[in-house]
């Protein structure tokens, strides 16, 4: 949620609201939610796939994801960013996919 507000130019009022939200409706807040927390005990493989030149969301992010998601293998592309549009890309997904 912090690069979110980050992405989004949100000042800290904005953030205050989001937070109240959050404990509002979910009872926790957005820091609870992150993947640390929910994907440690996922059994299920899993694909991660991240540009080092993501301008949208951080390549640290992928990092931690994999970290936590230990099922996981972690594909570093450079030069795709955010929509990672590549054959190499496609390729990456369809091997894990028939795997």
């Known amino acids: 949620m912090n690069n979110y507000i980050k992405v989004m130019a949100y000042n800290k009022k904005v953030s205050k609201a989001m937070n109240a939200y959050y404990l509002k409706h979910f009872g926790q807040l957005p820091e609870?939610?992150?993947v640390?927390?929910?994907?440690?005990?996922i059994r299920a493989k899993g694909l991660i796939i991240h540009d080092k030149k993501d301008r949208i969301i951080s390549y640290r992010d992928a990092l931690d994801y994999s970290k936590h998601y230990k099922n996981s293998e972690l594909?570093?592309?450079?030069?795709?960013g955010h929509g990672l549009k590549s054959e190499k890309v496609y390729n990456h997904i369809l091997d894990f996919l028939k795997a």
């Open 32 to 34: 609870y939610f992150s």
């Open 75 to 80: 594909i570093r592309t450079i030069g795709f």
């Open 36 to 41: 640390a927390n929910f994907s440690k005990n």
